[in-house]
């Protein structure tokens, strides 16, 4: 058995003797990496926020960041992490370290006041620091010297509200919380940093290899995290261990282990395989690997499938796309999940594998009540199959109490074709309204064969209304519900045809 070990700012840890359940937050604090804090334990704050090295979509390698406080540190297995600490580099022994360029802009322009949340922060932002594809540049008619003054230390007026002069994207943010700053102050700083020099030793990392897979078996006491090499290898054991927790991103289990202590037997990863990773576009189809985090689809399909690009940044935050996966979405069951309303909208189907074989199952025939499924123990998601051509009438529209990072009162999806002024199809997906996501198949037939016109959309904004069991909660009534559903159509008709002249 080869000895668990991951490698941390540089240098090589063994794993043991950590409980298979121990976070890589709990592993980095025990061995004096405190920067790295526990402020939520579920994912919503940041704080907690380190650098893994994964495959890149532009480069060999990214520097991604995660939620430590979420992933078991056996899940890093063989890999490779940064933290806040290992952003400073130390020039001579005996010397004081020097900042990283995001530590420096976080320092002098304020961006730190009492502390706690800086770490989190800065590992994000040095992820974005390091983002290839990320250059500067100036909106139409800005001042074209607002871009260089950005090199130089000076925010400027160029970019947009959340897009400065040098590219930075404050999503990259999204996930991570401040209680003194006011942002403003990490604002300056994200959209000062430069780029990175050629001989910083992170950006030439982005050249080389990730640490490739390595299959785990690590055992402590009566529990164990495994991981096989192959899909094959997995269905095997998942048929021996029907028990067995499966995790990819760990953003859902890594909640229930924190929050609600629960603990398995045995977990199982399935996020490295590459059999789950794949993603194709076919001429009839669009195939998704269950195992590819969302952040990984979003910038592989690049906006092809516009719906997904609009869920993409209202699920959740950047640090949780970074792990999780529609096959965890869907294996969850929840009915507040994002993805499934839009996927029951892009008419998805699942394939699911067992030690037998495969078989494809519709997504609206998917859930068969609250958290449960059709799912037989021992099966998996390998792939979510998205077929063409597309609908050219989409809108993705999430109630909520915040803009971004938090969870859906309600949720709704349309995919419409729209031909000659008459709605020839239609597909609406919803979440929050029933103990599962549900498919609007009164309001589809009230919209299918008719004009699309104001007559129609309130027509059918009524039936909408009344679908699904709405149910009264500490995030809003049933009759909110109810009525959003309503308002939801009437948005996108209005969003429709607003361009459309008389």
Sequence with gaps: ????????????????????????????????????????????????????????????????????????????????????????????????????????????????????????????????????????????????????????????????????????????????????????????????VGTPSDEDPLARRREQEPPAPVATEYRQDDSAFLRRSTLAETLRLLRERPDAVVVAGSTDWGVEVNIRSRRADCVVAVDRLPELRDLRVESDHVEIGAALTLTEIERRLDGTVPLLAQLFPQFASRLIRNGATLGGNLGTGSPIGDSPPVLLALEASLVLADADGEREVPLADYFTGYRQSVRRPGELIRAVRLPLPLSPVTAFHKIAKRRFDDI??????????????????????????????????????????RPWTTETAEAAAEVLRGEGTPMSDHRASAGYRAAMLGQSLLKLYAQTTEAVPS
Excluded at 75 to 81: H, N, P, R
Excluded at 425 to 431: M, V
């Design 1 to 192: 058995m080869v000895t668990a070990r991951i490698t941390v700012n540089g240098k090589e840890a063994p794993i043991a003797p950590a409980a298979p359940h121990t976070t890589v937050l709990d592993f980095l604090r025990e061995r004096g990496l405190t920067g790295t804090k526990e402020g939520c334990a579920e994912g919503e704050c940041g704080a907690c926020s380190v650098l893994v090295a994964r495959p890149g979509v532009n480069k060999p390698t990214d520097w991604v960041p995660v939620n430590a406080c979420l992933v078991p540190v056996a899940a890093l297995d063989g890999q490779e992490v940064v933290t806040s600490e290992g952003l400073a580099t130390v020039e001579a022994p005996g010397e004081p370290p020097v900042l990283h360029p995001v530590q420096e802009e976080m320092a002098v322009r304020g961006g730190s006041q009492c502390g706690y949340c800086t770490p989190g922060f800065v590992c994000s932002m040095a992820a974005e620091y390091y983002r290839p594809d990320r250059c500067a540049h100036a909106t139409p008619g800005a001042d074209p010297s607002a871009a260089e003054s950005a090199e130089s230390g000076d925010s400027g007026d160029s970019g947009d509200a959340e897009h400065g002069p040098n590219g930075f994207d404050l999503h990259a943010l999204s996930g991570n919380l401040c209680r003194c700053t006011g942002y403003r102050p990490i604002r300056d700083a994200a959209f000062a």
């Design 408 to 449: 859906s009162s309600v949720a709704v999806a349309f995919a419409l074709d729209v031909e000659g002024g008459t709605v020839r199809k239609a597909r609406i997906g919803l979440g929050g309204v029933a103990a599962t996501p549900v498919r609007a198949l009164a309001t589809e037939a009230a919209l299918e064969g």
